[in-house]
Structures are given as structure tokens and as C-alpha cells.
């Protein structure tokens, strides 16, 4: 019970050893929401060890639960308000990408869907999805094209070039789009947030996405740099959110009643020239490493991703600059050792 005596919320989000779901928590809990969160393995501490802290701020219930397994969601989102789907395969590197990446999205989110289903609590679900799911479409050529949630990565294309990582964009629209028939035929409340590469801290302790790729030009890690070059060349642009801002989308989407359909969460367009002219002039200590940036690098964006949804239903992005952006991704990089003590 709050202070006033009524009911805390409650929401479920999958996923809590996760990097964003992990930062989805706390600020759940620091909104004064009671959070049930799942996990493959309870008994990982290595992966675990900040959901013990965070249950300092608020009534919070681990669960173990996997994707793969039908029905292992009930009891999670049992009695939740909010279902907030964060956890799925981000395995880029998988080697059978049908299987591990396509076929296991669209499965472990109809599973979970299936759950909120028998609850019969859930008002809404948020599916994180990825901006992955729109920018992925090489026919565009040329200059100046604005992206928002009308646009769909070209899945046939993906899995007829099977470009690099081609299956993690096509496991996106197709668990959008599996999500979104559910929720039609079975009358649930469905909001999508599609975020863009996301940066800052979160609290937990390990990091395996965008992080790493993030920081890849001070780390030197080229195999994460690959994949920042690799976006920035279908695309033309390297679209960049703080991870503070994806969490406050994903509850400004479930708690405004009138928000429905897809929200493209990005607050800046940038490139891998500006980034490395500013993580250059900010972090000396750390040198950029030069050798990345070989071949052709463009300037200025050449397609730019849009919020103007997001931002034209009231919500407004905290985090716009680099600076701001940057700011809490050093002392986070090295913590996870991603970075040296410099
Ligand atoms: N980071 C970004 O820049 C970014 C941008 C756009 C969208 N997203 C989306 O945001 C979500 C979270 O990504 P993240 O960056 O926070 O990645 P992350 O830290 O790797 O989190 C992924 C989570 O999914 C869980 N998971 C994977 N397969 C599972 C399964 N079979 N059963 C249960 N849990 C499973 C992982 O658990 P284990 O630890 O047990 O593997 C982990 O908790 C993903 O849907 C991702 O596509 C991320």
C-alpha cells in the first residue's frame, strides 16, 4: 500500500539481468510501483547481483523464467497492471539466425503475450523492440531520408542478402508484427517502443550490447566497432538515445492511455566521424583509436530517425548531446571493465 493507502501498480519486465530492463526496474521502483522481474538463472549472482540492491528501493520479486519454455511467464505477470517485454535473443553473432534469433523471438513473445492472456490484469503491454526493425532497408539510396515508425526493414532483402547480423532486424518486425496479431485477435493493449542504439549507465553488471559497440572507439574492440560501421552504412546514420530516456518512454507509452501502434525512440542523429571528434576532445586519457576510422566515414548524417511521435504526444527527451549522453557511459565502462581505470 502507498502512503495514501491505495494499491501500488505493479508491472512485470522481463529480462532484469538485462542492460535496459535493468534500468526499467529501478526506475519502476523509484516511481513507487511494485515490479515482478524474470530471470534464466536466480542463482547467477554474477548477472544477478543488482537486483538485491534494488530491492532496497522498492517490493521487488525475482522469477525464473525462459523464453522457451510455454507458459513459464504466468506467475510473473500474474496480478501486473503493465507487462513490460524486454527480454530476447540479441545473440548477433549466432550462427543460425532462423532458429536462435527469429524463430525464438517470435515464439518467447507470443509466450509471454500468452501469459498476460491467462492473467487477465495486464492493461498493457510495452514490446521493446528496436529501431532495428525499421532502418534495416538498402534500397534507400541517396540522401536526406527521414525514418519513422511507417517504416519497415526489408526482411526479404535481410534473408535473401543475409547481410551482416541480417537476423536480429528481421526478428524484430516479425515479432512486432506476430505481437501485434495477438494482441488484436486476443484484445490486449499493445505499445511498441523501437529504441535506438541506447548508451548510459544502468545498474547492471554486466553489459553485452550497445555498450561495448558504444565505447568500441576508446575500447578498440573491433569486432563491437564492426557492428557501429556496419549500422552507420545501411543506414547513413548512427541514431543514439540514453538509456534513462528509453526507460521513461516505455513508461510515459504504457501509463498514457491514448498512446497505441509503434514509438521510434531516438533523441540524436550522429556519425562515427562526430563521435570520434567528440569522445576525442572529452576523454584525451582514452585515446581514439585511429585505426578504426579508416575508409569513407560520412560527415553528417544521411538519413535521420524521428521521435516526432514521441515528442508530439508530450514526451520529452532529457538526454540530446553527447555530453549528456557520454557522461555516465565512461565510469559505467569501467565498471563492467570495458574501459581501463584511466
Ligand atoms: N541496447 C540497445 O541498444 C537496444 C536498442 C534497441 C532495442 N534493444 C532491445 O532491448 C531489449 C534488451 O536489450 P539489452 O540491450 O538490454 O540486452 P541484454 O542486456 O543482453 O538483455 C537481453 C535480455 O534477454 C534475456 N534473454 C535472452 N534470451 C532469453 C530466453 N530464451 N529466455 C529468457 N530471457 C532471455 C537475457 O537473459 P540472459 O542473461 O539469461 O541471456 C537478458 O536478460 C532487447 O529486446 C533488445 O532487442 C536494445
Not at 529501478?26 to 510501483?33: A, F, V
Amino acid at each position: 500500500m502507498s502512503a495514501a493507502g491505495e494499491k501500488k501498480k505493479t508491472a512485470c519486465v522481463t529480462g532484469g539481468n538485462g542492460y535496459i530492463a535493468s534500468a526499467l526496474i529501478k526506475m519502476l521502483l523509484e516511481k513507487g510501483y511494485a515490479v515482478k522481474t524474470t530471470v534464466r538463472n536466480p542463482d547467477d549472482m554474477a548477472k544477478n547481483s543488482h537486483l538485491k540492491n534494488l530491492q532496497a528501493l522498492g517490493p521487488l520479486t525475482v522469477l525464473r523464467a525462459d523464453l522457451d519454455e510455454e507458459g513459464s511467464f504466468d506467475e510473473a505477470v500474474a496480478g501486473c497492471d503493465y507487462a513490460f517485454l524486454v527480454a530476447a535473443p540479441v545473440n548477433l553473432a549466432s550462427e543460425d539466425p532462423e532458429k536462435e534469433l527469429i524463430e525464438a523471438a517470435v515464439r518467447g513473445t507470443l509466450n509471454v503475450m500468452r501469459s498476460c492472456v491467462k492473467a487477465g490484469t495486464v492493461k498493457r503491454v510495452i514490446l521493446t523492440s528496436s529501431a532495428a526493425s525499421i532502418i534495416m532497408r538498402p534500397e534507400l539510396q541517396g540522401d536526406g531520408h527521414v525514418l519513422d515508425e511507417e517504416s519497415w526493414s526489408n526482411v526479404e532483402y535481410l534473408r535473401a542478402n543475409k547481410t551482416a547480423f541480417w537476423g536480429y532486424p528481421v526478428s524484430k518486425v516479425l515479432s512486432e508484427k506476430a505481437a501485434c496479431r495477438f494482441a488484436e485477435e486476443h484484445g490486449i493493449s499493445l505499445v511498441t517502443v523501437c529504441p535506438v542504439v541506447t548508451v548510459g549507465a544502468a545498474p547492471a553488471p554486466t553489459a553485452r550490447t550497445s555498450v561495448p559497440t558504444c565505447l568500441s572507439l576508446l575500447s578498440g574492440d573491433e569486432a563491437e566497432f564492426a557492428l557501429l560501421r556496419g549500422m552507420a552504412k545501411v543506414s547513413g546514420t548512427v541514431p543514439l538515445v540514453h538509456v534513462d530516456d528509453v526507460c521513461r518512454a516505455e513508461l510515459f507509452v504504457a501509463e498514457e492511455e491514448a498512446a497505441a501502434g509503434r514509438y521510434l525512440c531516438c533523441s540524436l542523429n550522429t556519425t562515427i566521424a562526430e563521435l570520434a571528434r567528440f569522445l576525442s576532445a572529452n576523454y584525451p586519457q582514452y585515446t581514439v583509436k585511429t585505426k578504426l576510422l579508416s575508409g569513407d566515414l560520412l560527415e553528417k548524417p544521411r538519413a535521420r530517425l524521428s521521435s516526432a511521435k514521441l515528442v508530439g504526444e508530450g514526451f520529452e527527451y532529457r538526454y540530446k548531446t553527447l555530453d549528456g549522453m557520454y557522461d555516465d557511459m565512461i565510469d559505467y565502462g569501467k565498471a563492467l571493465g570495458i574501459l581501463p581505470n584511466l
